[in-house]
């Protein structure tokens, strides 16, 4: 985070809670400065040094969660804290013409199609303005749809669940405005780790009882895709997600510590069984509107 962008989130956050945001920008400025200092330590491995055929990435999945809904897996130490983090040091360092990256992730919008076998951007057309996400069905659909292709090496299905919006509640918890992704105009945003670190959510069991569900949630999703795919699949994150350790909520880039940076490895050996048919997606979609904001915003680029 840049000064400027660290100095703009705490003028917000002491707008909105006056002096309750003191301590937390002072943690903010702390976990900054140790995350920058740690970054050369806490590079982690890249999955193409695994194997695997499929791989299933759940957006911002803790281990000791996946462990507990999922069952027991291994783990690696994530190459990012954060989606951007991530992408960035997964696919710049590469040639990534053997890989289809199926994504609801619109961090994707920094790449171009070009540098992939196939970038689907799946946020682009299966988004839920009611839900503020992209639901695990389209995701699922498309990558049931081009596994059966058989065009690709490498396939990557980027769910945003379990990241919030809660979506498996019968309250959807949490919002995330499409055209205010990764911090433009984030005050159409429900951030549910703002809101708990500016004391405006106190039930914090509810809160880990719905991040809870949102990965039951999408791995009803995964099971569907596991029991309808060829090959080795394997199952990771991101990153993880601070629940208030060292002070820390959410994933913010660079932070070093387990809860963020360990992420599960779970390997499944599939055959396809045919007994789903995917739903056909419109994936020419028109999204002008939103994509011209992004583009006032200097978000988009030649794809």
């Known amino acids: ?52 055929d499929v791989l299933v990435v759940l957006d911002a999945c803790r281990v000791d969660m996946y462990q507990e809904v999922v069952g027991e897996c291994d783990s690696i130490w994530s190459v990012g804290g954060a989606s951007p983090e991530w992408l960035a040091n997964t696919f710049r360092s590469r040639d990534n013409s053997d890989t289809a990256y199926i994504t609801g992730n619109p961090f994707s919008r920094e790449y171009r199609a070009s540098e992939f076998a196939l970038l689907d951007e799946v946020w682009q057309y299966g988004w839920d303005n009611e839900l503020g996400t992209v639901p695990a069905e389209p995701i699922t659909d498309r990558g049931i749809s081009v596994a059966r292709e058989q065009a690709h090496d490498r396939i990557i299905l980027h769910y945003m669940q379990p990241h919030y919006p809660f979506i498996a509640e019968e309250d959807t918890i949490g919002y995330i405005d499409r055209s205010a992704f990764g911090g433009v105009n984030q005050d159409t945003n429900d951030d549910i780790w703002t809101n708990i670190k500016l004391g405006e959510i106190t039930d914090i069991e509810k809160i880990r009882k719905a991040y809870w569900n949102n990965l039951r949630y999408v791995f009803d999703y995964v099971e569907l895709l596991l029991e309808n795919i060829d090959g080795t699949v394997a199952i990771t994150a991101d990153h993880g997600n601070a629940l208030g350790e060292y002070g820390i909520w959410g994933h ?10 360990r992420v599960p490895w779970d390997v499944y050996h599939c055959d396809d069984s045919n007994e789903y048919s995917p739903k056909k997606w419109d994936t020419q979609q028109s999204t002008d509107d939103v994509e011209q904001r992004l583009a006032d915003l200097g978000y988009v680029g030649e794809k």
């Open 1 to 52: 985070m840049s000064l400027s962008d660290f100095v703009k989130k705490s003028q917000n956050w002491y707008t909105r809670a006056g002096v309750r945001a003191i301590p937390q920008i002072g943690l903010d400025l702390t976990h900054n400065v140790i995350s920058r200092a740690a970054s050369p330590f806490t590079s982690g491995e890249s999955v193409y040094n695994r194997e695997w």
């Open 252 to 261: 913010p880039v660079g932070t070093p510590i387990p809860e963020v940076r």
